[in-house]
């Protein structure tokens, strides 16, 4: 079974600096896709960025990245230049690829709540 | 509408009672999919429908929960003999078939259900 673990229940970051929130998982899937979604208070979750295990190279969204370390089983979300409307909940996410007769069931962390002062 | 929508977006029953939540999803949108969020916790997988057939349901915690999708459009989540430990934010996302794969689910704001 796979679990994904967020070990950060909350974090705060002044306005435009940066903040990084940590995530790790737990799989015996080689191939796989993981993901971070933003939760704000109207409660409708968003992607805000995804990764495929099979790629090397880390996911960038304008604002917002990741750092993937597959052998480590780790995946955390940089956002630069945090803006108010960044404040919300993060979740990490996993999902099976495709070849694993995947029916596209997420699973997710635990959450992290970021708030952004100004 | 242009997202997925969910009604009633708050419930509030008495313990025993029988509730429905309905989910609209994103026309076009094939693959529908209901997760259950407890407070302060991450959504929890309940059921996967493909069409109007539950592609997998192996999340649906016990025999109370059921969820129909008669037209491979509407969905409605029904929940028997509810219990205080029902009570949580029931959240639909749909995606187009392909999307499934790759994580490109778009949800709606949740209906909130409280369990008196």
């Known amino acids: 079974a796979q679990t994904v673990t967020q070990s950060q229940p909350e974090m705060s970051v002044q306005e435009a600096e940066t903040v990084t929130l940590s995530c790790t998982y737990d799989?015996?899937?080689?191939?796989?896709?993981l993901f971070w979604y933003k939760q704000p208070p109207s409660r409708q979750m968003i992607l805000v960025i995804r990764?495929?295990?099979?790629?090397?190279q880390n996911a960038t969204e304008n604002r917002f990245s990741v750092n993937f370390q597959k052998a480590a089983k780790s995946f955390s979300l940089k956002i630069s230049d945090s803006q108010l409307g960044d404040t919300a909940m993060y979740f990490c996410?996993?999902?099976?690829?495709?070849?694993?007769?995947?029916?596209?069931?997420?699973?997710f962390g635990q959450g992290t709540t970021l708030q952004v002062k100004p | 509408g242009a997202g997925v929508s969910q009604t009633p977006s708050n419930k509030v029953t008495e313990k025993g009672k029988y509730v429905e939540l309905r989910c609209d999803p994103i026309s076009g949108h094939t693959a529908l999919y209901w997760y259950r969020q407890s407070l302060g916790q991450g959504p929890e997988f309940l059921i996967y429908?493909?069409?109007?057939?539950?592609?997998?349901d192996s999340g649906l915690p016990n025999d109370r929960f059921f969820a129909v999708r008669p037209e491979g459009s509407v969905s409605t989540l029904k929940i028997q003999r509810t219990e205080r430990g029902d009570s949580a934010v029931y959240l639909c996302?749909?995606?187009?078939?392909?999307?499934?794969?790759?994580?490109?689910?778009?949800f709606g704001e949740g209906s909130r259900l409280t369990v008196l």
């Open positions: 799989t015996s899937e080689s191939n796989y896709y």
């Open positions: 429908f493909q069409g109007t057939g539950a592609a997998d």
């Open positions: 996302a749909s995606s187009l078939s392909g999307a499934v794969n790759t994580g490109e689910l778009f």
């Open positions: 990764q495929e295990a099979y790629k090397q």
């Open positions: 996410a996993f999902m099976k690829h495709r070849s694993s007769s995947n029916t596209g069931k997420l699973i």
